[in-house]
């Protein structure tokens, strides 16, 4: 096992195993890149990109440290569950869960949305959320406690998002909320959950469901006047994951948005 990227600093991270969902591609790859240059173990999820997956995985084994793929989606009851007793199984625990996997799916007014388009936000952005830490905690519990959980907000929690976007801000907030209330229930186990919210970046998912003038408008607006990208928000899923680093953290949503927020 090669050294952490920086030596001193979440060294407590090699060896770690960690699941994280939707980690093909965007934010999520990024992440399961940054944990394998870390020393972590990881578990690499997708639902149809197998491709980038494998490679996310030979980078991960590239940098010395061990990676699994797991296929599956996440809308699915049972899933995550699933997902993570087959991390526990491949890596004999599980430390880490990072909850990244969810999508705007696509963007509709409130008058416009159906009642599919509402239960599909549900399915794929709140339920598997809730139902994959629920088993974490669990499986923690029974690890003798300890373990870091790491769910995915965004600053639409906070702003209501773009035009269109209402189900997905909503859904992110819920995460948010729902993140510092399980903080404060499992905090005794020694189990930490936070967030990470980041702002606009360059993800497929913008690329699919933002048009590009819209995506320029909201650059013209962030005082680094420039969209982020994936790799921008490693280091703060890494210093949530080391006890080292952030132990003295729970029910937190780390903002990664170049300013916007403040804008």
């Known amino acids: 096992m090669r050294s952490p990227a920086f030596p001193g600093l979440g060294r407590d991270?090699?060896?770690k195993a960690c699941l994280?969902?939707?980690?093909?591609?965007?934010?999520?790859?990024?992440?399961?890149?940054?944990?394998?240059?870390?020393?972590?173990?990881?578990a690499v999820?997708?639902?149809?990109?197998?491709d980038e997956a494998e490679q996310v995985a030979a980078d991960i084994r590239a940098a010395g440290a061990e990676a699994i793929v797991l296929k599956g989606d996440i809308a699915e009851p049972g899933l995550v569950e699933s997902l993570i007793?087959?991390?526990?199984?491949?890596?004999?625990?599980?430390?880490?869960?990072?909850?990244?996997?969810a999508d705007l799916i696509e963007r509709r007014s409130v008058a416009d949305t159906d009642d599919a388009l509402f239960e599909r936000h549900i399915a794929l952005n709140i339920r598997p959320v809730f139902a994959a830490c629920r088993e974490a905690v669990r499986r923690f519990r029974a690890q003798g406690g300890g373990g870091a959980i790491i769910n995915l907000s965004s600053i639409a929690a906070r702003t209501g998002g773009g035009g269109g976007s209402s189900l997905y801000a909503g859904s992110k907030a819920f995460v948010a909320t729902f993140s510092?209330?399980?903080?404060?229930?499992?905090?005794?186990?020694?189990?930490?959950?936070?967030?990470?919210?980041?702002?606009?970046?360059?993800?497929p998912m913008q690329d699919r469901t933002t048009p590009p003038e819209m995506l320029e408008a909201v650059r013209r607006q962030i005082?680094?006047?420039?969209?982020?990208?994936?790799?921008?928000s490693v280091g703060a899923f890494l210093w949530l994951a080391s006890d080292e680093m952030s132990?003295?953290?729970?029910?937190?949503?780390?903002?990664?948005?170049?300013?916007l927020l403040m804008a």
């Open 180 to 203: 510092r209330a399980l903080a404060r229930e499992v905090a005794g186990d020694g189990i930490r959950v936070n967030c990470v919210a980041p702002g606009v970046l360059a993800t």
């Open 85 to 101: 007793g087959q991390t526990a199984d491949a890596f004999g625990r599980i430390d880490v869960l990072i909850n990244n996997a």
């Open 13 to 15: 991270l090699v060896g």
């Open 223 to 232: 005082p680094l006047k420039r969209i982020g990208t994936p790799e921008e």
């Open 247 to 259: 132990g003295y953290v729970i029910g937190e949503v780390i903002e990664v948005n170049g300013g």
């Open 20 to 42: 994280i969902t939707g980690s093909s591609r965007g934010i999520g790859a990024a992440v399961a890149r940054g944990a394998g240059r870390a020393g972590m173990r990881v």
């Open 45 to 50: 999820h997708y639902h149809s990109a197998r």
